[in-house]
């Protein structure tokens, strides 16, 4: 352990350059994602005339166009690039937030939440997308767990701040919570403003447009052909399927537990309304944490296999919550939340890293998202089926065990041979830590310079060189890059 600690501690500093994107990467992250009005939108549309069957009615509108515009916004973002959507996102999550105040009507919030869908679907795959190429064009990719976990980590931060202050706030002005909600989404919009130009992005961006132009315009072909290489480059690499799908356990099983289970589970075990504000806050800094230090996991596995550990992790400790009394349950929601806070960034650079050098990154997250939020649709309509017939505990258990065979299936893929170039990569991958590159490739230039590899990233790669093993960059949608 002695050696590559120490490796780890002569590692490169950022560049200038680097340090700029990831410090205006958190404020963009932190600002776009502090929705003030989460905590009380619910109770905000019923004051304002709303039935249940409306407000339930626009969040199913919510979710379906929020599916709907990712393949859209993630190829917009791959043709007018990264930092271009990220202004737009904000743009339109700006404006989003301000539309209950001008009509807090069914329309209103209506419009509201359509909005917010193409705010959020602008950026979910295009913020993660910049800041990987960002990095990487400065050869400090080695930074991007960290960044991308910490980013995390202070925009939960600032929602368990934030979110007990709402209450006052709208006792002197009740309109509050979306103004400050607009307010966040405009300061993020400055931190777009701001993120420097990425060395190549421009100019693939314009080359994108000028063969829109040479189409006569019809971009909506172009959009298509990038829709086509995306779906190609997942069919052509087993590895990049497989690392989707298991990252499908982590964000059901998080989204489901934390947004539709949280209060019946709560309120199973006799815990009270009252104190559920207090026990959301709890998984909350557990959650920040946690996805601030995903380096406190133990080299001894790479990141692939902790995805997977952590997948049971989750499902274990919702079964676990059958068991036992009210603390036992606050300990293991904790336990639950600490879990997927070190899980999400590890997973999020397993799926970059598994991208091929010249895809269309924002599309591929794009995709990725849209299976994510297919599945937790479909756990979500039966969640509610076993809430409606009384059985929360047998829901608990089938998920985990839904979970384990899902990882079992995984598992034996990645074993059995049929992602061979992708199993063993996955055997050698880096586990997660801040100061080694990641992978075993060479460093790809997205620079100017045409995409030219640059040679071996870190000693690592020279050793295998020296042992004459072959370890390219991968340049085609063949064959993924190693974590």
């Known amino acids: 352990m002695g050696g590559p600690r120490s490796r780890i501690g002569a590692a490169t500093a950022p560049t200038g350059t680097a340090r700029r994107i990831i410090r205006l990467n958190y404020g963009f992250q932190l600002l776009f994602n502090l929705l003030w009005w989460m905590p009380v939108f619910y109770a905000y549309q019923k004051e304002a005339g709303l039935s249940d069957g409306q407000i339930f009615g626009i969040q199913s509108i919510y979710y379906v166009a929020f599916c ?110 979306y103004v400050l909600s607009a307010a966040s989404a405009a300061g993020s919009l400055v931190c777009a403003v701001l993120l420097p130009r990425l060395a190549g992005t421009g100019a693939g961006a314009k080359a994108g447009a000028a063969a829109g132009r040479t189409d006569g315009g019809r971009r909506g072909g172009a959009f298509l052909r990038d829709a086509g290489t995306a779906l190609r480059c997942v069919a052509s690499s087993p590895w990049l399927a497989l690392v989707m799908v298991q990252g499908v356990a982590v964000f059901t099983l998080s989204r489901i537990c934390q947004v539709n289970l949280f209060q019946p589970i709560l309120l199973d075990h006799g815990i009270g309304e009252a104190s559920h504000g207090g026990v959301l806050a709890a998984m909350t800094v557990a959650e920040a944490v946690t996805s601030a230090r995903p380096q406190w996991l133990s080299r001894r596995l790479p990141p692939v296999a902790w995805v997977s550990v952590l997948s049971l992790a989750l499902a274990g400790a919702l079964a676990a919550m059958t068991f036992g009394g009210p603390w036992v349950v606050v300990v293991l929601l904790c336990l639950f939340a600490a879990a997927t806070g070190f899980a999400f960034p590890v997973q999020r650079k397993l799926v970059n890293d598994a991208i091929p050098a010249h895809a269309p990154r924002a599309t591929l997250l794009s995709v990725e998202s849209i299976v994510d939020r297919a599945v937790c649709a479909l756990a979500a309509i039966a969640a509610g089926a076993y809430l409606s017939a009384g059985r929360l505990d047998d829901l608990l258990w089938h998920s985990a065990l839904a979970t384990a065979v899902l990882l079992g299936v995984f598992q034996l893929l990645l074993r059995g041979g049929v992602v061979a170039r992708g199993g063993r990569d996955g055997d050698r991958a880096a586990p997660p830590r801040t100061g080694d590159r990641p992978g075993a490739d060479a460093t790809v230039s997205t620079a100017a310079d045409g995409g030219a590899p640059t040679g071996p990233a870190d000693t690592r790669e020279a050793k295998a060189a020296g042992r004459g093993e072959a370890h390219a960059p991968d340049r085609g949608p063949h064959g993924p890059r190693r974590s």
């Open 68 to 177: 709907l515009l990712e393949i859209p916004t993630g190829l917009i973002a791959d043709r007018i690039g990264t930092r271009n959507c990220l202004r737009a996102g904000a743009v339109v999550m700006t404006a989003a937030n301000l539309a209950p105040v001008f009509s807090a009507s069914y329309t209103g919030f209506l419009l509201h939440f359509l909005a917010i869908a193409a705010g959020r679907s602008l950026t979910s795959g295009a913020a993660s997308a910049y800041l990987y190429d960002g990095l990487r064009a400065e050869r400090c990719d080695e930074h991007y767990l960290r960044a991308e976990g910490t980013a995390r980590a202070l925009g939960l931060a600032a929602k368990v701040v934030c979110w007990p202050l709402v209450g006052p706030l709208m006792a002197l002005a009740h309109p509050a919570p």
